[in-house]
């Protein structure tokens, strides 16, 4: 009797046991792993869904709470699996939601339920990132050297004063000179007269620092009237502090993507706002100035975020146009990029390293992938200014033209591919083929690049 009941007793002692330890697993898996958790929720519900706020999707924080409140914890692990399903089958909570978020399917996701234990781990323990204070989107202006003119000013005017008081110092003394020997002074002579008088005796020197001073005044006007028209490091600021930096390098968007009339039109366009909303209809917040500058883009096409829907209440954005070309000159953007291959970076620079668009110097176009092995170099150094026609002429006379190859077989000339064509024409213009014969390769100016009419109305 006493054996049976011990017997009983470690029965019931055991069946507890696994019981608590079936709970506390049970808790544990429901609590997951935030770690874990992050890299599944990156992987199939980033594109739809913040932890913390409504996005395409609404806020995932507190769902599981809200299921358990509203149905059950077991549709809401159906729920993420196939919301579909747990609509056809009728639960209440699940067709309210459905119809809360204007309908919009939620795509099936093939995850178990302890990987949605994890994802919910993480979704509980987020906590958004907050920018530090002095953290700003920096400085989307003109960039301000320090003037050193003034400087020189000072230096001249110092050197104006020495040179003032050495001659009246030699003036004195050449009065006590005279007065020493006996010699009358003409104390009557004015200023005026008396520097005639000093630079009649030193007429030599006099004519020597003024043809000098000439000089110089010429070199420096034509210096500065060759200043003019030259927009190197140009850097207007923008109605909204956009990065290059972070679309560009850190997202890694390609230039096409925003500049998408690049390839077949003449200007490469300033990206429409709804190119912007493609993204941003999800990303309403950014890294450094939170949620300022991406309202504006809302307030220019039109969108209520807290409607998740456009108002028709729209404002143009008034970007400031920073590479600007004189009126009589014409350059096509498709002609170089999609016919002459020309990458981007080879006139604008590393827009990765920039915030808004700024006119690259010539130093930081030929500094272009010297010290980044992730990008290549660039196939033409300049010497002159960006933007002036020595800069486009100069890239005309060192780029060359890849003719090889390029002729149709059995086609007529007019029938030919572009370069095919200028193939023929080649073989035509024995001059220019016995250059290509000696180092195989035609420039864009062999082949007419530096035409005049090419370039000027």
């Known amino acids: 009797m006493l054996k ?57 924080q507190g769902a599981r709470q809200r299921w358990i409140d509203n149905s059950s914890e077991e549709k ?54 907050v920018a530090g204070p002095g953290e700003t989107a920096g400085n989307v202006g003109v960039t301000v050297e320090e003037d050193s003119s003034m400087m020189w000013w000072i230096m001249a005017g110092l050197l104006l004063l020495v040179i003032g008081a050495a001659v009246m110092s030699k003036s004195n003394l050449a009065k006590a000179e005279k007065v020493s020997k006996g010699e009358e002074i003409d104390h009557n002579e004015t200023v005026g007269q008396g520097v005639r008088r000093w630079a009649w005796n030193n007429r030599g020197w006099v004519g020597f620092f003024s043809l000098v001073f000439v000089i110089i005044i010429l070199v420096v006007g034509m210096m500065d009237l060759m200043k003019i028209g030259v927009f190197e490091d140009y850097k207007p600021e923008q109605p909204i502090a956009y990065s290059h930096t972070l679309h560009a390098g850190e997202l890694g968007i390609d230039c096409k993507y925003c500049h998408n009339a690049v390839t077949k039109s003449k200007h490469a366009t300033i990206p429409t706002v709804n190119v912007c909303m493609n993204c941003h209809k999800a990303v309403n917040e950014g890294t450094e100035t939170g949620t300022e500058e991406i309202a504006k883009i809302y307030e220019a096409a039109g969108w209520d975020p807290d409607l998740n829907a456009y108002t028709g209440d729209t404002k143009p954005i008034k970007w400031v146009k920073v590479h600007n ?33 700024r ?18 170099e660039n196939a033409v150094k300049f010497t002159r200014p960006t933007l002036t026609m020595g800069w486009c002429i100069e890239c005309h006379e060192k780029s060359s033209v890849d003719v090889g190859g390029s002729h149709v077989a059995g086609a007529a000339e ?15 213009d024995k001059k220019t083929y016995q250059r290509y014969l000696e180092d195989d390769v035609i420039s864009v100016a062999e082949l007419g690049g530096w035409e005049c009419a090419k370039c000027h109305y």
């Open 76 to 129: 809401f692990y159906e729920w993420i699996k196939n919301s579909q399903a747990v609509i056809k089958g009728g639960d209440a909570y699940a067709n309210k939601l459905f119809a809360d978020n204007g309908k919009s399917v939620m795509t099936p996701q093939a995850v178990s339920n302890e990987q949605i234990d994890h994802i919910f781990a993480y979704v509980e323990a987020y906590v958004p990132q």
């Open 325 to 357: 070309l004189p009126d009589h000159v014409y350059f096509n953007h498709s002609q170089h990029v999609e016919v002459g291959g020309v990458d981007c970076q080879q006139c604008h620079g590393d827009m990765k390293q920039e915030t808004v668009a």
């Open 4 to 60: 049976s009941v011990i017997s009983q007793r470690f029965k019931s002692l055991a069946l507890t046991a696994i019981a608590l330890l079936s709970f506390t697993y049970n808790i544990h898996a429901q609590e997951g792993d935030a770690a874990i958790g992050e890299g599944i929720f990156k992987a199939n519900c980033a594109s739809c869904h913040f932890p913390d706020k409504d996005m395409t999707g609404p806020a995932l």
């Open 359 to 376: 006119v690259m110097t010539t130093q930081d176009l030929n500094n272009v992938g010297v010290n980044n092995p992730d990008m290549d």
């Open 414 to 428: 007019n029938e030919d591919s572009y370069y095919g064509v200028i193939h023929q024409r080649l073989l035509k």
